[in-house]
Nanobody, 127 residues
């Protein structure tokens, strides 16, 4: 079993930045692909970013087109933590952001393929 706890959400003005953190516990974190998803009111949960580790210092990151160039996903396996740095935030980025873990090193943009989820953290971007 893996427990995920997100933090770092809040209210920010358009153009501002936030850094989300997701602390993982319970199993071998480094072997799992990690993802961030978000869900706005009345909308389906959507993929934001994912990251996988292939050993040593090699990581591969993947992004939704809507956040590419603005968001950066990273992970610290020693701290069992994954981060989402969000810059140049827009009002349309407003959503609850969820951290997720997949029992595979292979990443996915499909939320149904992730096995563990955090409770979510609210991000609100004002115009």
């Amino acid at each position: 079993q893996v427990q995920l706890v997100e933090s770092g959400g809040g209210l920010v003005q358009a153009g501002g930045s936030l850094r989300l953190s997701c602390a993982a516990s319970g199993r071998t974190f480094s072997n799992y692909a990690m993802g961030w998803f978000r869900q706005a009111p009345g909308k389906e949960r959507e993929f934001v970013a994912a990251i996988r580790w292939t050993g040593g210092s090699t990581y591969y990151a993947y992004y939704a087109d809507s956040v590419k160039g603005r968001f950066t996903i990273s992970r610290d396996n020693a701290k069992n933590t994954v981060y989402l740095q969000m810059n140049s935030l827009k009002p349309e980025d407003t959503a609850v952001y969820y951290c997720s873990a997949r029992r595979s090193y292979i990443w996915s943009d499909n939320s149904y393929e992730y096995d563990y989820w955090g409770q979510g953290t609210q991000v609100t971007v004002s115009s």
